[in-house]
């Protein structure tokens, strides 16, 4: 590139048309302080190699995942900004994941197509694969169904049985949700959380605007309430009723490990382990319970462009336990220094992670 094109600079209306954006994603990349265009005399934006290299990079994010909001977070705690030549790593990433994407989806519709030439009818598998290899990204979802306050109005549940299904739900050796009534109202009180309401869709579906997820309690052949079910948008789980003996004393240990600030034998290193699988884009699913592994997959072209945007880890150092019981670790890496949370089971499997892309718990539980 010559001086004169490096200096060469091209108005809002000419990188629309050239780059394929829309001049309002221009002014909407700017609103969210993505990019500075600078100004001619006359006062018009111009976008010259500084802007159309980053405009280059959100395009990347984007594609990989990421909500204008994190990117912002991202790159604003990124210096330096890795060079071109480390974002079209990310972009040659991405597009091999869209392929490999593209690729399976057709295999399968092959095999499926070859099964119907046979009049052979096709099995509910089959119907939900086809189905799965149409969604290749998940959508947004909705604010709440749950919007609608007269349906939300028109859904009433008496004292007898909001009190049946009051109490505790072992979700894994490190949640234990806590569901608590007044008589008209349910609440879910995680611990070191103040509670929050819970609302309900049904007589059995209540949904947490919070979390934004819906729980489901189940009942035996008896009417007893056994168990809850939690589904958010990445994942499903069970949780099984426990007696307040058990739940005080898993509360107990939970509680006595915040008060010591001791981390779970072992997190720093199944940490840096995760981190180093996402960097060379292939984590071992098999040191992450199956919630987890299912979530990380979804997640993982985020995490891997996050991953590659940052730079290489320097140092992993600990600097607590969270009031959820998560161990939480210092990640410094070549361009930024930030903090991520782990919780791992008693052998070692990583059941949750939050980090630096978004500050939402990517985790086995609420």
Known sequence: MNNEESHATITAAECASRTGLTVRALRVYEEHGLI?????????????????????????????GLSLAEIKTMTKMCSPEPPLHDVLKIQRDVLQCRRMEIERGLALV??????????????????CNLVRSNDMSEPASPASPKDDTNDLAAVLVGAETLERYAGHYQLNEHSVINIISDGTHLYSHPLGL????????????????????TLTFLADTSGK??????????????????DSTLAGQ????????IRNQTPVPGSEAALRRMLDGIACNQPNYAEMGPAFANIMRKQLPVFHAGSL???????IEFKGVGNRGWDVYEVKRERATSRWRIACDSSGIIT?????????????GP
């Open 225 to 242: 309430i056994t168990s809850l079910t939690f589904q958010a948008d990445n994942f499903t789980a069970n949780a099984v009723r426990i």
């Open 250 to 257: 898993l509360h107990n240990r939970l509680t006595e490990r």
């Open 110 to 127: 092959e095999t499926v197509l070859v099964t119907l030439n046979d009049h052979e009818p096709l099995s509910i598998d089959e119907l």
């Open 309 to 315: 945007y940052l730079g290489g880890i320097q140092s």
């Open 352 to 364: 949750g992670a939050m980090g630096v892309v978004t500050d939402l718990p990517i985790s086995a």
């Open 194 to 213: 103040e509670p929050y309401e819970l609302t309900p869709q049904s007589t059995t579906e209540f949904y947490s605007a919070r979390t934004n997820a």
């Open 36 to 64: 500075s265009p600078v100004r001619s005399a006359g006062g018009w934006r111009l976008y010259g190699t500084p802007e159309l290299v980053r405009l280059n990079t959100i395009s990347v994010l984007k594609a990989a």
